[in-house]
C-alpha cells in the first residue's frame, strides 16, 4: 500500500484533568459518574453527539430484561440508570421480565442530567484518535473534531471505547475472534403507527418461547433447558410467511428476532431483527457495507411485518440507530482474564468491584438468571498489560469468550465502569498506581456509592 508520511506539528492541550473517561456508554457513563462521585475532576469524552452508546446510539433499550423473581441483580450506577430513567419517564415496562426497557430517546438526556449532576466535564463530537504515552505510561490522547487535532492531558485515563481504542493504541495486548466467529453486527429499527392493543392480542394468542429460536443460523442456541419453554418476544413467523409469499428474497431467511417494547402511543421499539455476520466492527469498510445492507434488509423486514403481523398494518419506520449496532471487537489481555467457569460456575474474587448474575447471552449461549446465581468481577480483569495509568471498562475487559458473553451485557458494564471510576479516583488521591492500587479503598467506595461488591 502507498503510504504518505504526516508531518509533526504542535496541537493545543485543550484540558488537563485528573480522570479521562474515553466513550459514554454503559460502562463510560458509570465510569464517569463513579469518578466524579468519589471526588476527583472527571473528562468524559465522546465521539458522538449524545451520551449513552448503544443505548441511545444504537437503540438498545433492554437494560435489564434478564431480571426474573429470583435474579440476584448489580447494584449500584446500573439500576441507577433504569431507576432514573423511569422517574423521568424515560423507560417502559419490558415485555419478559421484571425490568424496565430504556427509551433510548430520552435517555439522551437523562444521561445529560446525571452527568451534570455529578459535575462531570462532558465533551461530545470528539474522536479519540490517538494515545499520549511517556515510556509506558499513558499521560492522555489526541482528540480529533471540527476544531482540528488537540490534546487532553489526564493523570488517569479509562477506556471505554467498547472496541479497546485507547488500549490498543497505546500497544496494551488485545485480540479480536476471526470475523466469521465474531458476533453479528445489527441495523435496529423502530416504527410508529402500531395498533397496541391488536399487536398485544396478537403476542397473547400465540405467545413465542426460547424453544422458538432455534432452526435459524443466528438465533440458534444452546440453553440449560430451563430457558425453552418462558416466554420471548420472539418474531419469525411474520418473516416465513414473507418467504412464502414472495415478499422477502430467499436470501433474507435470517430476518428474525426479537421486539423491545410497544407505547400507548403506537411506538414498536427496539426491532433486532437484522443480524449482519461478518463484520469487524473495527475496520470501517465493514462497517459501511453492513450500515447499507442493514437498512436494506430492514425495509423488507418492515414490508412483511406490515402485511403479516397483526397491529402493524400502518405502522411505518419511525427511527433506524444512529449507527449501527456492532456486539464483538477488541478485548484486552487483562491481569486477570474471566473464564467460562467463573461466570457460569458463581467466581468469587478477593478484588471484587461489583457482582452480576449468570446471565450469558452471546456466541450461541443462552442461560438466563432465573436461579439467583451470580459471580464477581474483578478488578483484575479491568487492567491491561503493558500500559500504566489506563483502566478499561465495558464489553472490551478481559476473558474469554463465554465470559464476554456475560460481561458485554449493559447492567455489567456499568458494573466494571462503575469499578473502574472508582479506582481511578481512589488511585489520583493515594497516588499509587492501578497495578498498586489500594483495594480496601477501591471497595469501600463502592460501597459507599450503593455497589454490591460480595
Ligand atoms: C444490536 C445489539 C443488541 C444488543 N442487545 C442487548 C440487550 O438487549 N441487553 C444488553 O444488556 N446488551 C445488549 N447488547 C450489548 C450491549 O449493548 C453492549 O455490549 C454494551 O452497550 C457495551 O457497552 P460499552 O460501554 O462497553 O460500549 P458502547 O455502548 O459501545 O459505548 C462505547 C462508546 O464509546 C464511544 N466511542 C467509541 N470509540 C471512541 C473513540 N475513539 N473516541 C471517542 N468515543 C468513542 C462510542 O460512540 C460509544 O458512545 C446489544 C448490542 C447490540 C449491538
Redesign the pocket.
Same mark, same amino acid.
Given at each position: 500500500m502507498t503510504q504518505i508520511l504526516e508531518p509533526a506539528r504542535a496541537i493545543d492541550v485543550i484540558v488537563e484533568t485528573d480522570v479521562l473517561v474515553?466513550?459514554?456508554?454503559?460502562?463510560?457513563l458509570a465510569a464517569a459518574l463513579a469518578a466524579a462521585r468519589a471526588g476527583v475532576k472527571t473528562v468524559l469524552?465522546?465521539?458522538?453527539g449524545c451520551l449513552?452508546?448503544?443505548?441511545t446510539?444504537?437503540g438498545?433499550e433492554?437494560?435489564a430484561?434478564y431480571r426474573h423473581e429470583k435474579t440476584v441483580d448489580s447494584e449500584g450506577i446500573g439500576p441507577e440508570f433504569e431507576t432514573r430513567a423511569r422517574a423521568m419517564g424515560a423507560a417502559m415496562p419490558e415485555p419478559q421480565s421484571l425490568s424496565h426497557a430504556l427509551d433510548a430517546e430520552m435517555f439522551k438526556h437523562v444521561a445529560d442530567v446525571m452527568a451534570q449532576e455529578a459535575a462531570v466535564q462532558v465533551m461530545l463530537h470528539?474522536?479519540?484518535?490517538a494515545p499520549i504515552l511517556e515510556g509506558g505510561a499513558l499521560k492522555g490522547v489526541i482528540v480529533e473534531s471540527k476544531a482540528g487535532r488537540e490534546a487532553i492531558l489526564a493523570r488517569r485515563v479509562i477506556d471505554?471505547?467498547? %472496541?479497546a %481504542?485507547i488500549a490498543f493504541r497505546s500497544g496494551a495486548p488485545t485480540h479480536k475472534s476471526p470475523k466469521e466467529d465474531m458476533m453479528a453486527?445489527?441495523v435496529?429499527f423502530s416504527m410508529s403507527g402500531v395498533n397496541k392493543q391488536r399487536f398485544i392480542d396478537h403476542v397473547k394468542a400465540d405467545p413465542q418461547t426460547y424453544r422458538d429460536w432455534s432452526g435459524n443460523g443466528e438465533w440458534d442456541i444452546e440453553t440449560s433447558g430451563k430457558e425453552d419453554d418462558m416466554f420471548s418476544p420472539f418474531l419469525r413467523k411474520p418473516f416465513k410467511q414473507a418467504l412464502d409469499a414472495g415478499i422477502l428474497p430467499p436470501n433474507l431467511a435470517t430476518i428474525a428476532g426479537t421486539w423491545g417494547a410497544v407505547s400507548d402511543q403506537g411506538d414498536l421499539t427496539y426491532l433486532?431483527l437484522i443480524a449482519l455476520p461478518g463484520c469487524d466492527g473495527t475496520d470501517p469498510d465493514d462497517l459501511t457495507a453492513a450500515e447499507i445492507e442493514g437498512r436494506r434488509q430492514a425495509i423488507y423486514a418492515i414490508e412483511a411485518l406490515k402485511r403479516f403481523l397483526p397491529g402493524c398494518e400502518t405502522a411505518k419506520l419511525r427511527n433506524f440507530g444512529m449507527t449501527l449496532?456492532?456486539?464483538d471487537t477488541r478485548k484486552i489481555e487483562a491481569a486477570y482474564n474471566l473464564t467460562a467457569d467463573d461466570v457460569r460456575g458463581e467466581g468469587r474474587f478477593e478484588d471484587s468491584i461489583g457482582i452480576f448474575p449468570e446471565f450469558i447471552d452471546g456466541y450461541g449461549l443462552l442461560i438466563l438468571p432465573t436461579t439467583g446465581r451470580y459471580f464477581h468481577v474483578p478488578y483484575r480483569s479491568l487492567l491491561p498489560t503493558g500500559v500504566e495509568n489506563l483502566l478499561v471498562?465495558?464489553?472490551?475487559i478481559g476473558g474469554d469468550r463465554t465470559s464476554h458473553a456475560a460481561v458485554?451485557?449493559?447492567?455489567c458494564?456499568a458494573v466494571s465502569?462503575q469499578g473502574a471510576g472508582v479506582a481511578a479516583a481512589v488511585s489520583v488521591k493515594t497516588g499509587r498506581g492501578f497495578a498498586e492500587i489500594d483495594l480496601a479503598a477501591v471497595q469501600a467506595e463502592l460501597v459507599r456509592q450503593g455497589a454490591r461488591i460480595h
Open positions: 474515553v466513550g459514554s456508554g454503559p460502562g463510560g469524552v465522546e465521539r458522538y449513552g452508546g448503544n443505548i446510539q444504537v438498545v433492554g437494560f430484561w470528539r474522536l479519540c484518535v471505554a471505547t467498547g %472496541d %481504542d453486527a445489527s435496529m433486532n449496532g456492532v456486539r471498562a465495558g464489553r472490551s458485554r451485557n449493559m447492567m458494564c465502569g
